[in-house]
Nanobody, 124 residues
């Protein structure tokens, strides 16, 4: 079973940038889609970004479109989330997820494994 470990979270001022990484180990990674989700305090988990198995198709939540970029390096079993122009409302725990198919998806049911999450805090 694939295990996912996120890293790269932290505290940043509004307008700053962070790059999150999600490293997979223990199984198939390069042949499935991947996603990033986030959960803010008191809120439900929400979709952020997704990428297909080859990295040729991406999709973003409207709230992060144009500021965040998802990418992957299958040789390193790693998916990234570059976050620019961060806002206080981006504060959340960010989770990466391993898909059930080669496709990208914004739906949680399309994912079978989840990381533990990494905290991102954006100060105003």
């Amino acid at each position: 079973q694939v295990q996912l470990v996120e890293s790269g979270g932290g505290l940043v001022q509004a307008g700053g940038s962070l790059r999150l990484s999600c490293a997979g180990s223990g199984g198939t990674f390069s042949s499935v889609g991947m996603g990033w989700f986030r959960q803010a305090p008191g809120k439900e988990r929400e979709f952020v970004a997704t990428i297909n198995w080859r990295g040729t198709s991406t999709y973003y939540a409207e709230s992060v479109e144009g500021r965040f970029t998802i990418s992957r390096d299958n040789a390193k079993n790693t998916v990234y989330l570059q976050m620019n122009s961060l806002k206080p409302e981006d504060t959340a725990v960010y989770f990466c997820a391993l898909g059930n198919s080669r496709l990208s998806s914004q739906e949680e049911y399309a994912y079978r494994s989840w990381g533990q999450g990494t905290q991102v805090t954006v100060s105003s």
